[in-house]
DNA sequence: TCCAAACGTTGCTCTGAAACAAACTCCCGG
DNA sequence: CCGGGAGTTTGTTTCAGAGCAACGTTTGGA
């Protein structure tokens, strides 16, 4: 394991209060790790023995029913904590978290999150505030979920996704990780045909541009008009 | 407002390692009240100035659309905290709440959070315990939604309700707060009409007893095979 | 260089459940 | 005791979107 650099650290909201020597401290007990697209960081139920920061990538976090399907409950962009559990005294990892392009993450073991809380003021908060905006984000994606239609549910996610993870290119914003039609469905609970029809109706109509794994918004504001509509 | 009894809280995790010296003193901060069936306690997006703890009766959080539709996000029972948006470092309420039942709660400004949880050992420790579980069952509500027919997720809906509140009855199982067909389409994003036809089919089956904002379920059982059974 | 797997597109059919419509029943208040 | 509103039931119609099928395209590895 390479010596890790505290600039890593060093501006990241839950770390923004703290003096070089703590940063150093507590990347000396990291682990960092990289993870191929594709791969699990960890699984539902599984002992929840570590928590993690993502350093650079994109996470997919999934749930899966006994039936087989599954749904991509939310994403995790560079700088925010994951898998943390232990905030929440659970002792298995609720979902499972996929890298959704190749990824690098630092771990600790749960025993140090007591200590990170008791030791870095606004550890603690920042961490509670990250759950607080995953837990609304959640209720307003089961809010859509329940009373949305589909076409709708499918320009809410790439609006959400572009808003997580946008990048300018030449024609518009775009996506900046890999994303299939099958990704969206399990966003939005439908399936990859509708998927494929309506991004391909919205090509035609100049709303985005996508190829394989690849997604361009070059009109957002339409996609925001769709997503918004009463009716 | 009457002196209120320590035996309130007594063995309700939050307080349940508490002396009744500190029980006395948390009491005495608190304000009690009482809401009639279908009196909202606080809504969305309001100033989050206060946190509360159910004491008596049920309530349902309900989060709506712009465009006028709502869902019952979950439901809340005795001896449960809720509004605890300040231990989430919220500035305003996520969600309604509006009592399902006459229902008894107090409640204590939001100043006194950060006092209860350096002061008493274990308060916030279960805060955040409850915090847990609702985003689990979230969680899983949300798969449900994305994944299962409407059928399921009434059985399932069904189900919640009787783990949450059920008590015995002669006849089966009764949902101890009021439940109309609307209610239960507000939870499975479907429509009250839908929910009626499967109630009296599950009726003509000997599944359910209903009656005007009554159910009781009397083959728990079956209705466990109806929700779980893959296809 | 070629093959196979992964990903994407498109047409067609069929059905679950929404939408629309109309009564019916219970309960509460005057 | 009566009237009206809230809640429920049931029938009929309609259609969005799932399911099925088949084919096209890209990509990476042998």
């Given at each position: 394991?390479?010596?890790?650099?505290?600039?890593?650290?060093?501006?990241?909201?839950?770390?923004?209060?703290?003096?070089?020597?703590?940063?150093?401290?507590?990347?000396?007990?990291?682990?960092?790790?990289?993870?191929?697209?594709?791969?699990?960081?960890?699984?539902?139920?599984?002992?929840?023995?570590?928590?993690?920061?993502?350093?650079?990538?994109?996470?997919?976090?999934?749930?899966?029913?006994?039936?087989?399907?599954?749904?991509?409950?939310?994403?995790?962009?560079?700088?925010?904590?994951?898998?943390?559990?232990?905030?929440?005294?659970?002792?298995?990892?609720?979902?499972?978290?996929?890298?959704?392009?190749?990824?690098?993450?630092?771990?600790?073991?749960?025993?140090?999150?007591?200590?990170?809380?008791?030791?870095?003021?606004?550890?603690?908060?920042?961490?509670?505030?990250?759950?607080?905006?995953?837990?609304?984000?959640?209720?307003?994606?089961?809010?859509?979920?329940?009373?949305?239609?589909?076409?709708?549910?499918v320009a809410s996610a790439l609006l959400r996704m572009v808003h997580q993870?946008g990048?300018?290119?030449?024609?518009?914003i775009?996506?900046?990780?890999?994303?299939?039609?099958?990704?969206?469905?399990?966003?939005?609970?439908?399936?990859?045909?509708?998927?494929?029809?309506?991004?391909?109706?919205?090509?035609?109509?100049?709303?985005?541009?996508?190829?394989?794994?690849?997604?361009?918004v070059?009109?957002p504001?339409?996609l925001v008009?769709l997503s918004d509509?009463?009716?």
């Amino acid at each position: 394991m390479p010596k890790l650099d505290e600039s890593l650290l060093i501006g990241l909201p839950p770390f923004s209060l703290l003096a070089r020597s703590q940063i150093r401290e507590i990347l000396d007990q990291a682990v960092s790790r990289r993870y191929d697209e594709g791969t699990a960081i960890f699984r539902e139920g599984h002992d929840a023995d570590r928590f993690f920061l993502l350093l650079d990538g994109y996470l997919r976090v999934i749930r899966s029913t006994p039936g087989g399907d599954q749904i991509i409950v939310l994403h995790i962009s560079p700088g925010q904590l994951f898998g943390i559990a232990p905030a929440l005294q659970r002792d298995t990892y609720p979902a499972t978290s996929i890298a959704a392009a190749e990824s690098l993450a630092l771990s600790w073991p749960v025993r140090l999150w007591s200590e990170f809380t008791a030791n870095y003021p606004g550890f603690a908060t920042e961490s509670y505030k990250t759950l607080g905006q995953r837990l609304g984000q959640i209720q307003e994606t089961l809010t859509e979920m329940a009373t949305q239609a589909v076409e709708k549910r499918v320009a809410s996610a790439l609006l959400r996704m572009v808003h997580q993870s946008g990048r300018k290119v030449d024609t518009g914003i775009e996506i900046a990780f890999p994303v299939t039609r099958q990704n969206i469905s399990d966003m939005t609970g439908t399936t990859l045909h509708t998927v494929s029809r309506l991004l391909s109706a919205w090509q035609k109509d100049g709303i985005v541009e996508s190829s394989r794994k690849r997604i361009v918004v070059t009109d957002p504001h339409r996609l925001v008009v769709l997503s918004d509509l009463q009716g």
